[in-house]
Structures are given as C-alpha cells and as structure tokens.
C-alpha cells in the first residue's frame, strides 16, 4: 500500500533512523536520531514514498520512480555496482512509463503504472517476481536469477494496487479481484509458484496489505478480510492458526473501515471518523538474520497522520508496535488504540537507531509527536508557517515521511 501526498514545491521528503546502507538517501551511511530533508529529492515533487528493510522508494507526480539503498539483489532496479547506494536515483527502465503505486517486499519490489501494467524486480528464488524463463542446474532443480531490470508480471490484468511479502506479491485488479503468486508460506510449506493465482471468495475489494506472510483485503461493503500465517494472532481470527483461504477478521462489525496496513507479523485498520495516511514495511531486519522471513524483530515503527480517527490493531505486540502503551503482549482480535485518540502526528513502535525520530533511542509504546525542526521553503510570501506531515512510511530501521509547508497566512 503506497501513501501518498499532494505534490508541489513546498513540499520535501524527510528521512531518519538506521542509514547503514543508505537508505535515508542524504550522501552517507550515518545514523540519524532527528529528522532531515533529502536534498537530492526537493526538486522533484515527490507524491509517494515506501521505506523497506534495507532500501527506499520515491514516486514523483511525473510517474518517475527513485530508489536508493541495499542493491545486492537489484532491489534498486538496476544492476549493482555496489552493495549499497546512499543517494536515489531514477530508475531508467520505468521512465517511459507513469508509475502511479509501488511496494517494496523482503528482497523484490513491485510497482504499477496509469495503464494497469504491473512490474517486478529484485529477488526471484521463489517466483516472486514473476514467470522467466525456466533453467535448471545439473541435478534438474530449477534455478532462479534476480531481475536486476524491472520486467513486466501479471501481463493478463489490469492492476491497481500491488502488495509485496517476503516471498510473494499480491495484486489489486481493476475488477476488485486478489491475485497472489510467490511463496505465500515460509519457505517449505507450500510450493512457490510464478504465475498469478486468484483467491478465491474475494469480490469488490477496495484495497489490499500483506504482511511478512499474511495478507489483508478490505472489500467495497468494508468486510476485512485475512489469510496466511497466523503465529502471533495476526489475522485477527481470534486464534493461531493459519488460513489458506480468507476468513473475515474478528471485532470489526459495525465499523466503517476506511484504510488497512500489514506489519510482519501485525496488522491495523482505520475508522472513518478521521482521515488518516498510514504504511508499513511489510518485513524486518535483525542483525542475526538478513532473510526476509528469518529473525524480523525490528519490523517496528508505525507513523499515523491521524485526526480524531480510530486505528485498531492486532497480532505481534513486540516492542509496543501495537501502540497500546506498557502492555506490549501480542492481541488475537483487533483492538483500539486509544493512545491515539486526538492527536494529528503520531508514532509508536521500536526506537533504536533513532527511528523514531526525536533524538533519543528509546523503545516506547506510548505516541509521541515528532518534532520537524528543518528550514523554511525559501521566497516565502509571508513570514509565518509551519510544516505538516501529509505522510509516512516505515521500514525496518528507518522512516521517510513528505511534509508540506502551511501558510499560516492563508489559514487565518
């Protein structure tokens, strides 16, 4: 799930947290425990942003796709000169095409453009991105290479949303139907596929969000619905078992739901009493395992721009990244975070490496606003003002968010 923001030129990408492989995109691979403007991008009129694990994305309102970070797999888009890339840049082989939503999964990343074509890149062991041409080794197994270029994937529909898992990609099709292809399980479960795959019992589906292995999809009529792995009560069935099929997601009836997002292991849903803009980095990254569905405990921040709006939350409690304060134990069926009730910026989750953005590195459960102390946009007609956060995006160990610049003359 892509969130996105009105473009125009008081607007700038900030970034913070974890910089080791340069996905805060400022020229270097330091930390940062306070948030800063990526300079390269304040020309470009940025509209979307996904953090990942390792890398980042940035879509601008000309249909130009950014990425910059970890490249080992061709997560960038193109092949790799080095195992990291601290500042973005354009990914050629999308130029010619006007990307509107992309994501960014354990080692792959997908994107769709104004015309329904989906497209994949990254990491292809398990199918993920798509089909190639088969080749096997000299005992017969299948082998499968990275697509360091972006191919096109799921040729035969027309796409409006796509989703990335650690192993697998989801789509959204113009027709309100879910396709799935990859290695929905953990690797050894169940066999990867190439070829898209619809799920069945899902009609009028308004929007989609998958997780490191589980997925949700809201329909039209606001019915949730879960399926995938459920270890940590992440479908909100009320229980830990895993469903193959959809089931509807438990405590919701009665809600107007009006936006989903999918952690690794936890998932959130947002009441229309609000407005909100919400995304989550499907995976995680520890520094025992780099795998994307092997130790994903640092799967951690989650930032909401949120007024008088209601988010519920279920699954992994880890860490506070449930937002329900001291109590950080895992929920089975969603529940509401109260701790959110009134407040326009918040965030809540795991706090090291500075991600969560006010200069100290503190894991806490409780939502505190993050300060945006960065410059005012230069030739300002008038004085006063003030930057507001029009939306956010969480990775692993890092944060990027776009903020606009509020005339506070022309609000009197």
């Avoid at 691979?29 to 694990?53: P, Q, T």
């Avoid at 995304?279 to 405990?297: C, N």
Wanted: net charge negative.
């Amino acid at each position: 799930m892509a969130s996105t923001a009105p473009s125009g030129a008081n607007s700038v990408v900030l970034a913070w947290g974890s910089g080791e492989d340069g996905q805060l995109g400022m020229g270097d691979w330091e930390e940062k425990d306070w948030v800063y403007s990526i300079r390269s991008l304040e020309s470009k009129n940025v509209v979307a942003v996904v953090a990942g694990s390792r890398n980042s994305l940035a879509i601008c309102d000309s249909g130009n796709l950014y990425t910059w970070g970890w490249n080992q797999r061709g997560t960038l888009g193109h092949p790799p000169e080095t195992k990291t890339e601290n500042v973005p840049s354009l990914v050629k082989a999308l130029a010619n095409v006007n990307i509107i939503q992309a994501a960014i999964g354990g080692w792959h990343c997908l994107a769709v453009d104004d015309q329904g074509h989906a497209y994949a890149w990254g990491g292809n062991e398990y199918g993920q991105c798509g089909e190639e041409p088969e080749r096997k080794d000299e005992h017969g197994r299948v082998l499968r290479r990275d697509i360091v270029i972006p191919q096109r994937c799921a040729h035969k529909l027309s796409v409006r949303q796509v989703a990335a898992g650690g192993t697998h990609s989801v789509v959204l099709t113009n027709e309100g139907h879910v396709w799935t292809w990859g290695q929905p399980w953990p690797p050894g479960d169940i066999k990867q596929i190439s070829t898209p795959v619809r799920v069945q019992g899902l009609e009028r589906v308004r929007l989609i969000a998958v997780g490191a292995f589980h997925n949700l999809a809201l329909t039209e009529e606001g019915i949730l619905w879960a399926w995938g792995n459920n270890e940590y009560g992440q479908l909100g069935t009320g229980d830990t078992q895993p469903r193959s099929q959809p089931i509807p997601v438990q405590g919701l009836s009665g809600l107007s739901l009006v936006d989903i997002a999918a952690g690794g292991w936890h998932s959130t849903a947002l009441t229309d009493q609000g407005e909100c803009s919400l995304i989550m980095s499907p995976f995680g990254k520890s520094s025992e395992s780099l795998h994307p569905y092997g130790k994903m405990d640092l799967l951690l921040n989650l930032l909401f721009e949120a007024w008088g709006s209601f988010v519920y939350a279920w699954g992994r409690g880890e860490h506070g990244r449930l937002g329900f304060g001291d109590d950080k134990s895992s929920r089975m069926v969603p529940q509401k975070v109260h701790l959110l009730a009134g407040e326009d910026i918040v965030q809540f989750g795991r706090g090291d490496h500075g991600r969560l953005g006010y200069g100290r590195k503190v894991t806490t459960g409780h939502p505190m606003e993050v300060p945006i102390d960065i410059p005012a946009p230069r030739n300002l007609p008038s004085p006063g003002g003030h930057w507001s956060a029009t939306s956010v995006a969480c990775g692993g160990r890092h944060t990027l968010a776009i903020t606009s610049w509020i005339d506070e003359a022309e609000h009197l």
